[in-house]
Every structure is written in C-alpha cells, then in structure tokens.
C-alpha cells in the first residue's frame, strides 16, 4: 500500500490520522472522490464571474478616489497625515497571512493531510483581529473628530474600509463553513468546490484591502 504524501505542515500541525489504517482509507477514498476536479479552474464559475464584477465595482471607486485626490490634494494630503498608519500596516499582515493559511488549508483537504481545521480557523482568527483593530481605529479617528463628512477623504476613507470591511465579514463566514467541512473525514467534489470559493473569495478580500491600503495611508499626492 503507497505511504500517504506528508504535507510541509504536518510536522507542525499534527496528523491524528497519519500512518493509520483509517489515515490510509481516508486518503483512498479522498483521492477517488476528488479526481474529477483535476483540470478544472479552482470553485465554481459563478465565483469568478462575481470577483470580477466586484473588481470592476471597487476599480470605480479606487478611480473616483484617485480623482478626487487630484481635485484637491492638499486636503488628502493633510487627511493621509491623520490616519493611523500602524493600524492599516497590522491589519495588511493580516489579511496576507490569511491569504496563506486558506492556500495551505485547500491543500491539506486536497492531499487528505491534515491540517485543514486548524489552518481555516486560524484564518477565521486573522479577520476577527482585522474586524477589532479596524474598530479600535474608527474610535480613535472618530474620538479626535473625524467623520464621514468632514472632507471627501474621510468620506471615501469610510465608505471604501466599511465596504471592505462589509466584505471581510462575509468572509469570515465563509471560512468558518470551510472549517466545518473540513472536519468530515471524507469531502464530497461538492464540499471542495464549496472551499474553493471561499479560499477564492477571501483573496478577493485580500486583493481590495491590498489596493486600498496604499491608496489611502501611503500614497502621496
């Protein structure tokens, strides 16, 4: 019988599973459901057909942005200055290590490693602290009387990080519907795709939060 593949993350995680006869069986059984998927893009279309239309959406609004910082610089300029730069470089790291922790926990469904809950769990962990930091620097900003509509900066500051941060939620709960999955023994073609689209959807959020971050912390005018 073939020794089941070790993953990188094994020796760190743990495989309750590993060496066992119900390790081996379920690498078998994993290893015969999932060969239809080989070949294919990652989730399903609809996943895509929406991370591009929401590419699209978010385009528009880095583009009215841009615009408008050009339209009066000054006030961005002064308004960049006021921001709590520590708390959008945290919240960066964040998002880059979820981003890594959802391609290892794929992997770990796919190969039947182990793993997996631990990996989306931890993920879920990452946007909690995002969601909290993100609170504790809307009290700051709003406790040294910024708002909404005391300029077109902080009116596009809080649209465009409570719209990201409207989709990070979603998120959230798509990684805790991985977790669960994860945990079965066996994943269906089903269950895997249904991973996939929220490991495709939390790099949307990844993506949006790596364009924004710059855009309103970094970049000068």
């Known amino acids: 019988m073939t020794q089941?593949?070790?993953?990188?993350?094994a020796g760190l995680f743990g495989d309750p599973f590993q060496g066992t006869a119900r390790g081996e069986a379920i690498r078998i059984a994993t290893e015969k459901e999932r060969k239809p998927l080989k070949g294919r893009i990652p989730g399903e279309a609809g996943i895509w057909i929406f991370i591009i239309g929401d590419l699209i959406?978010?385009?528009?609004?880095?583009?009215?942005i841009v615009?408008?910082?050009?339209?009066?610089?000054?006030v961005f300029e002064a308004s960049r200055h006021s921001l709590h730069i520590e708390f959008g470089a945290l919240n960066t790291l964040l998002l880059l290590v979820g981003s890594l922790l959802v391609v290892r926990a794929i992997r770990a469904?796919?190969?039947?490693?182990g793993g997996a809950p631990?990996?989306?769990?931890?993920?879920w962990l990452c946007g909690l602290i995002f969601v909290v930091n993100k609170g504790i620097e809307y009290s700051m900003l709003i406790n040294d009387g910024h708002s909404i509509d005391e300029n077109?900066?902080?009116g596009y500051y809080f649209i465009g990080t409570a719209l990201h941060l409207f989709h990070l939620v979603i998120g959230m709960i798509g990684m805790f519907v991985a977790y669960r999955i994860s945990k079965r023994a066996v994943h269906t073609n089903r269950e895997m795709q249904l991973a996939e689209v929220f490991g495709a959807y939390w790099h949307l959020v990844d993506l949006l939060w790596v364009i924004l971050f710059p855009l309103l912390y970094l970049m000068r005018v």
């Open 152 to 154: 077109l900066f902080y």
């Open 67 to 74: 615009s408008a910082r050009m339209d009066e610089p000054e």
């Open 109 to 113: 469904m796919r190969t039947g490693s």
């Open 57 to 64: 959406a978010f385009s528009i609004i880095f583009l009215v």
């Open 118 to 123: 631990l990996l989306f769990g931890l993920t």
């Open 4 to 9: 089941m593949q070790q993953d990188p993350l």
